[in-house]
């Protein structure tokens, strides 16, 4: 789910490999059911997560931990 301004919605939205889709988009006037039918990917991208971002994110470095 998401938000955004009226004037942001549009029909369709470009992606790449590591987008998401949302199911709803909420916006000051309505809600917008979007009729996801993709597949998401379930867990974290561990090889996507560097050291850096482990020290800034604490509750991914304790799920690192709990994966270990």
């Not at 059911?33 to 991208?45: A, D, V, Y």
């Amino acid at each position: 789910m998401t938000t955004v301004h009226e004037l942001q919605i549009v029909e369709h939205v470009p992606t790449g490999k590591h987008d998401l889709t949302v199911d709803e988009i909420v916006t000051p006037i309505r809600i917008i059911n979007t009729g996801r039918t993709e597949h998401r990917p379930q867990g974290i991208f561990w090889d996507k997560v560097t050291q850096e971002t482990l020290q800034e994110i604490p509750i991914l470095r304790d799920l690192r931990s709990d994966e270990a």
